[in-house]
């Protein structure tokens, strides 16, 4: 059973797009909700496909915000880069990496089976202590702004009918099954355990 207050964790791959719209949303909304990124390093599209900006997770993002403008302030405006990275650095100061995370969530929702895989694992390589379960959820949101935005808000309705479930440990596949079907969209679930 979880508690009335549900430690949520959002997990993308460079702790950018995806995780933070969902992070903005889910605060507005009162939740308890951190966000991290997966990755080794933290990548935003450059001038061209194959010449990302590449940052350690230990940069700001008004850092990053401000290499950016330095570097071509017209493309990042226009891209949409430096307003995602405007709204990241309201919401905290830098990237972070979930695998230097040791706090334990209760839900933990992934933007793509790829990252899925890399938080199961990740967990499962810790050593129990507490055998507290934390539900893994993945809802696959392509990493593009509007996508990100309805991404959130979907996370967003789940997380509220999660919170309303009685007992989300035995209830949650089935909602799962339920918003399956109304939101055509297919997702991961496994209990892992800390």
């Known amino acids: ?12 791959s460079s702790n950018q797009n995806r995780s933070m719209e969902a992070h903005n949303i889910l605060s507005k909304r009162g939740f308890n909700i951190r966000s991290f990124g997966t990755g080794n390093r933290v990548k935003l599209p450059g001038p061209s496909h ?8 230990k940069t700001t993002y008004d850092e990053m ?11 990042y405006t226009r891209n949409g880069i430096l307003h995602m990275l405007a709204r990241n650095k309201r919401i905290k100061p830098r990237p972070e990496r979930f ?6 969530f209760d839900l933990i929702f ?17 050593e129990q202590e507490t ?6 959820v993945n809802v696959d949101i392509p990493d593009n702004q509007e996508e990100a935005i309805l991404g959130a808000f979907l996370i967003c309705e789940l997380c509220q009918r999660i ?5 989300v440990d035995n209830d949650i596949s089935q909602l799962l099954l339920k918003f399956e079907k109304k939101s055509g969209r297919a997702f991961l679930h496994t209990v892992c355990f800390y």
């Open 110 to 126: 992934t933007c793509e089976e790829r990252i899925y895989d890399q938080v199961v694992e990740d967990l499962n390589s810790r």
């Open 65 to 75: 915000y401000n290499d950016l403008i330095r570097k071509d302030k017209g493309l």
């Open 1 to 12: 059973m979880l508690s009335p207050a549900l430690q949520i964790a959002v997990v993308c």
């Open 99 to 104: 695998q230097n995370c040791k706090d334990q």
């Open 50 to 57: 194959d010449k990302p900006n590449v940052y350690d997770f």
């Open 131 to 136: 055998c507290k379960p934390v539900h893994v």
């Open 163 to 167: 919170h309303s479930l009685e007992d």
